[in-house]
């Protein structure tokens, strides 16, 4: 990169605690520039992978706080929106934000060029405000004091989304969310998937149907498990979260959970399945692309960014609504199906979401800018 060459450069991503696909997009931002710093809200170091270890990482008064409270961020959102603007980034000529909320609202030199990776506007502020407020306590006070907040954070949000110079969508489904709570454009590059299919068991008999994911209320995981309670096929789950305790409560004999399981065992594990069932409203979904790079059509929800990865039957099979009678009719037309799909054609197909490609389009985005 000629232009980046003799520039300061450093990375900005909203937390260190967790390592799935927002982190795999800062690795690669991260490999593009190397000797950049990264500044992070708070980070569990004793987690960090090794590519993590090896770099420089700042952190905000946050991390002075005591862990019990960092693992509950609703505690926090007074002064989440703060922690960002607080870092010194004076010294540097270019700043890149990877977020998913609070690392794009960063306060920048007059002359820093600040460009902005958006996972997703705030759902919980915006289109998921209303959802969010209902599983709250019945509390009058409570409820109350909460608007308060979400409004303050609404505001500090929209405001934020005006800093930074440039830009950048995971996909055409959240650049039209970034239109329209931000009223901003933004440029559209892929995230980087890779997986490592060289150690893939390729299985000659594909025996249950495979879900990957945080075990989440938003995932609509639940969903999935009473749609095979009711067609009694095997489903594997993995994957943890909050979620976990209920969703093992209510899942029928046919249903496996493999908890959290490390990059390296996933290949096999996708390579098993007879199709990668995604019932979550999600700007991407890079679960579901690791499936298709082992060849694994995708059943999806069809709303968000999936719309733009999935091809109908030719990678895979959608259903208008995350119920468990729309699944499982989506599930009986892959059935009726499953010898057309070519695990060829699924593989070629995700490779245009590849880690080399987002490298490649990051750089020039960034370049142009610049020169």
Not at 164 to 187: C, D, G, V, W
Not at 201 to 214: C, Q
Not at 267 to 286: E, H, N, T
Request: aromatic share 12%; net charge positive.
């Amino acid at each position: 990169m000629t232009e980046t060459k003799n520039l300061k450069i450093a990375i900005v991503h909203d937390f260190l605690v967790e390592f799935g696909g927002a982190e795999r997009v800062l690795k690669s931002i991260a490999e593009i520039f190397p000797s950049a710093p990264i500044y992070t809200l708070f980070a569990e170091r004793e987690n960090f992978p090794q590519w993590l270890k090896e770099k420089k990482v700042e952190t905000s008064f946050l991390q002075k706080l005591p862990k019990f409270l960092l693992r509950r961020k609703k505690w926090l959102l007074l002064f989440l929106p703060v922690a960002p603007e607080t870092f010194n980034l004076r010294d540097f000529d270019l700043v890149i934000s990877s977020s998913g909320a609070w690392s794009k609202g960063i306060v920048t030199r007059l002359d820093t060029i600040h460009v902005a990776y958006l996972h997703s506007p705030m759902r919980f502020v915006w289109d998921m405000n209303g959802e969010y407020l209902r599983q709250q306590k019945k509390n009058r006070a409570v409820n109350f004091f909460t608007r308060f907040i979400l409004n303050y954070i609404r505001m500090w949000d929209f405001a934020a989304a005006d800093r930074p110079e440039f830009l950048i969508a995971n996909s055409h489904y959240t650049k039209e969310r970034i239109k329209k709570y931000y009223n901003r454009e933004a440029s559209v590059i892929y995230p980087p998937v890779s997986i490592n299919t060289t150690s893939e068991t390729e299985a000659k008999e594909k025996k249950y149907f495979l879900v990957v994911s945080r075990l989440s209320a938003y995932k609509k995981v639940d969903a999935i498990i009473e749609a095979f309670n009711k067609l009694e096929l095997p489903l594997v789950i993995v994957g943890t979260g909050d979620q976990e305790k209920y969703l093992k409560s209510i899942a029928g004999k046919n249903i496996k959970f493999l908890g959290f399981q490390p990059d390296e065992k996933l290949p096999k594990i996708y390579a098993g399945a007879r199709a990668f069932v995604f019932s979550a409203l999600d700007d991407f979904g890079i679960a579901p692309v690791e499936a298709m790079l082992c060849g694994v059509p995708v059943l999806a929800l069809r709303k968000g960014g999936i719309r733009e990865i999935v091809q109908e039957g030719k990678t895979g099979e959608f259903f208008d609504s995350a119920t468990p009678e729309l699944i499982a009719d989506c599930v009986r037309r892959f059935r009726e199906n499953e010898v057309s799909y070519d695990r060829e054609i699924i593989k070629a197909s995700a490779q245009k979401f590849s880690e080399e490609r987002f490298k490649r389009e990051l750089s020039e985005f960034i370049e142009s800018k610049i020169g």
